[in-house]
């Protein structure tokens, strides 16, 4: 670290007047320029739009378990007890110099200093911000201009490139040329009489939206008199006075649109744990563990460690006793270190404090146990909560994962490998793992529960339930059958898949904490009896908790459980350790009062006639519970973090799944034109939009697999996912959202309404494309969704051809305007010649 990168002494720092008008007691949030020493305040109305060869500091500060953006306003917050959550972000334009660079890295530390290092820091830079900054500006989305104020560059012409699927940012070009066009981007040619908006092919609806919006700006506050949109591969169907205009500042004749770049997988990357120290003034770091991480390996008040998840961020953690000079200094280690490795510039880094960790923090772990800054725990909420109110408060209801209290009608199929057979109620509360079943409820509308008068308008769920040693056939068959049940319902139906052992505590309510798990493959519709003899552990202590699944003479009996055994002498009893709670006693003897008539007995005042029933196996097994080794339980809380809960949006980058994630997550991101994916930690919810297309509908489950697949945390690929579509959305997902309004979509415009009205007003009809522009996830059959490429690559030497072109179909690689040129016709009229037809037209024209 060269001795000009360093920062000044800790003692001699200078808190800037600017950041002494902050209370540290206050929420709020504000956007600083840094102006060579000092800065400059921004005005609230210059939130979200910056300079490229700019550096700025952002502050936002919000109670815990909130999130604040640019439209918060600051207050004081005078309630005792009340935590704030700190973070400061400084943002470095692309185009800054080492000054610049340097002096907003002294600027945090000043605000820090006032805050008492109570914050979380972030580097910021220019396309690479993280999911919180790009959460504060998701309403009007991010500007960049170039240079360093308005006067930097004249008026006309400009160039603006928009991309971001959730925040999108429109970032001006300092040349105005081909080589920037995109075609996942959508660009804005600024000119004296027309304001362009080209669309590229593969952007999302979000981009196209804000591209008109942003457009429709700057052709009113510059009073450009015309707005154009030219749709990607169709710029030579615009007027001729359109196209006198685009090809005096763009040649058509040169035009040349880059694909769209791949982006780059994290599933692969490892998470590294460092730990930190300085010795005689240097700092080292010490590798200690590769792969998952636990909270335990955080360890020791004096601590720092850094974790490396390589492009995806580094992070410096600061334990809560360490020295404050460690805490001002956090951030140029944690940069040298990213030098050192010869990680790129652009690298996020932060800093987190022991008992302030932030929820892109915690992901990274696969439990965690929130405390505050004195290091207490944080109590998890109890178990005990009452169904009927939770259905009329959507938050505990997600929270605890129950649809109804149970009352509504089930009815329950067996899944063989090529049928489908309904089970009587009387053995409808029994599985088999070596099964599938399909349970279909429907949810009661009684006037005695008040569901009608809820806001849900859920009326059946279907659950595929699949055992742990059911052959591949039968979950294909359960699969296939699932669909059919949904698609003959049509509407008003939440479907999931779950396994064995990961049951949702609604599908439990539903048998009550009754349902029975076997072993054995037998089927219970040919068999119509239990097995002769066996042993049942209870697991849970209610009814959504609850089940009572079947363990091997193997296992051993702890005193916190109750087992019900069923004795070769065909007599039941239930087993109850001496340190099992009332609740979990009561629960046994309803699963056993199923089989029959029962004996209860208490560890340590079994009989004589227990033991002669049960045999020696049984008593061979009690000896070896030696001491209270306890059991872990499931608390269904700890599993519904508000902070841990990620919503993503999908989207498809060359027939690859890409997802975005969404901090700060409200309704209003939910975008008709997508799917969604909602991690709610031991579930996740697929959101289908009204305008999504049938393939990719087919694919949702796939999708959530992915995400399982590639998260930083290890999860298991058999968790339970809910697939629902819009419009129809259960209590049990609208609870993790602050503000639910079933209206809400009833008033959504989509792009093609807000293009008709402009292009209406405008007086001139445009060609549009006939791919599916409402969907963000269309077909790939369709023309206008194929990578498109230059004619003469397209006729050039077939070992020169870009990978994934089929040489017998390069026709649905030429842009819209190349086609006709060549064909004398658009792509839908060539598709209904015949095909020998359309191979003679191809031949001729070099393309076969």
């Not at 000079?325 to 510039?345: D, F, L, S, W």
């Not at 066996?534 to 003479?553: I, Y």
Request: aromatic share 12%.
């Amino acid at each position: 670290m060269s001795k000009d990168q360093k920062r000044p002494v800790y003692e001699d720092i200078k808190i800037d007047t600017a950041f002494r008008k902050i209370s540290p007691k206050a929420i709020g949030f504000h956007v600083w320029r840094i102006q060579n020493d000092h800065i400059e305040a921004l005005p609230r109305e210059q939130y979200g739009t910056f300079y490229d060869e700019n550096t700025y500091v952002i502050y936002s500060a919000s109670l815990a378990g909130t999130v604040s953006d640019k439209n918060t306003i600051s207050r004081e917050i005078k309630t005792p007890g009340v935590t704030i959550e700190r973070y400061i972000h400084f943002w470095l334009g692309a185009n800054i110099t080492s000054d610049r660079s340097k002096s907003a890295a002294y600027k945090i530390i000043e605000l820090d200093l006032h805050l008492d290092h109570k914050t979380t820091q972030y580097r910021e830079s220019q396309g690479h911000e993280g999911i919180r900054f790009l959460s504060y500006f998701k309403d009007d989305g991010i500007l960049i201009q170039s240079g360093t104020d308005p006067s930097s560059y004249p008026l006309f012409p400009r160039l603006y490139q928009i991309k971001g699927k959730t925040t999108p940012q429109c970032i001006q070009q300092k040349a105005i040329t081909w080589q920037h066009f995109n075609c996942g981007h959508v660009m804005l040619l600024q000119t004296p009489t027309i304001l362009f908006v080209w669309i590229g092919r593969s952007t999302s609806s979000c981009e196209r939206i804000y591209g008109l919006k942003i457009g429709n700006k700057l052709k009113e506050s510059f009073k450009i008199p015309e707005l154009a949109i030219v749709d990607d591969g169709y710029e030579q169907s615009m007027s001729s006075q359109r196209k006198e205009v685009w090809n005096g500042f763009l040649s058509l004749s040169q035009r040349f649109v880059q694909p769209m770049a791949l982006t780059p997988s994290s599933g692969d990357i490892m998470l590294k744990l460092y730990q930190c120290d300085t010795v005689n003034g240097v700092f080292r770091v010490e590798l200690v563990k590769t792969g998952a991480l636990e909270q335990g390996d955080l360890y020791g008040r004096d601590n720092i460690y850094i974790i490396d998840y390589f492009c995806n961020g580094v992070w410096i953690w600061i334990g809560r006793s360490s020295h404050k000079q460690n805490r001002a200094e956090a951030m140029r280690h944690v940069r040298g270190y990213v030098i050192k490795k010869g990680y790129p510039a652009s690298t996020p880094v932060a800093r987190v404090i022991d008992g302030l960790e932030p929820a892109e923090f915690t992901s990274l772990f696969p439990t965690w146990i929130s405390a505050d800054v004195n290091g207490n725990s944080i109590k998890a909420l109890s178990e005990k909560f009452d169904a009927l109110t939770l259905i009329q408060r959507p938050k505990l209801a997600a929270q605890i994962q129950l649809l109804d209290d149970g009352t509504g009608d089930a009815t329950v199929y067996q899944i063989g490998a090529e049928d489908v057979q309904e089970i009587p109620k009387k053995y409808a509360k029994t599985f088999y793992s070596g099964h599938c079943y399909i349970v279909h409820y429907q949810i009661s509308c009684t006037s005695e529960n008040n569901i009608s008068s809820l806001s849900n308008s859920i009326k059946n769920v279907i659950y595929l339930w699949i055992g742990s040693n059911s052959p591949m056939e039968y979950r294909h068959t359960g699969e296939a059958f699932l669909t059919e049940m949904c698609n003959h319902l049509k509407k008003n139906v939440v479907q999931l898949h779950i396994s064995e052992g990961m049951e949702p505590p609604h599908f439990l309510q539903i048998f009550k904490g009754g349902l029975i798990i076997f072993n054995s493959t037998e089927a219970i519709l040919n068999l119509r009896k239990h097995p002769s003899s066996f042993v049942l552990k209870v697991v849970g202590n209610s009814t959504f908790t609850c089940k009572a699944v079947q363990v091997s003479s193997k296992t051993l009996y702890y005193p916190e459980d109750c087992y019900i055994l069923k004795a070769p002498d065909n007599k039941t009893w239930i087993w109850c350790g001496q340190y099992s709670t009332g609740d979990s006693r009561e629960m046994a003897k309803s699963i056993a009062s199923i089989l029959g008539e029962y004996n209860l007995v208490m560890e340590s005042n079994e009989t004589d006639e227990f033991f002669n029933s049960v045999g020696e196996k049984f008593l061979k097994q009690l000896k070896k519970t030696h001491g209270n080794i306890v059991t872990p339980t499931m608390n269904v809380t700890l599993t519904w973090e508000r902070q841990r809960i990620g919503l993503y949006m999908c989207c498809q980058d060359q027939e690859k799944v890409v997802l975005h994630r969404i901090f700060g997550f409200s309704q209003k991101d939910l975008r008709p034109e997508n799917i969604f994916l909602l991690d709610a930690g031991n579930i996740i919810y697929v959101w289908i939009g009204e305008f999504v297309g049938s393939d990719d509908r087919a694919q949702c489950w796939d999708v959530a697999k992915y995400l399982i697949n590639t998260c930083p945390v290890q999860r298991d690929i058999c968790m339970p996912i809910a697939v629902i579509r819009q419009g129809e959305e259960p209590i049990t997902f609208i609870g993790f959202f602050d503000k639910w309004d079933r209206k809400y979509f009833e008033n959504y415009i989509t792009f093609e309404a807000i293009r008709n009205e402009l292009e209406c007003s405008n007086g001139v009809p445009v060609p549009v494309p006939r791919g599916s522009v409402n969907s963000d996830c269309a077909s790939g059959d369709d023309f206008d969704r194929y990578q498109k490429y230059p004619l003469d690559m397209l006729r050039g030497d077939l070992a020169n051809l870009p990978n994934g072109i089929n040489p017998t179909r390069k026709e649905v690689h030429l842009t819209h305007d190349d086609f006709v040129t060549v064909f004398k016709m658009p792509y839908h009229d060539f598709e209904e010649l015949p095909k020998w037809k359309q191979v003679e037209l191809k031949k001729q024209n070099k393309l076969f």
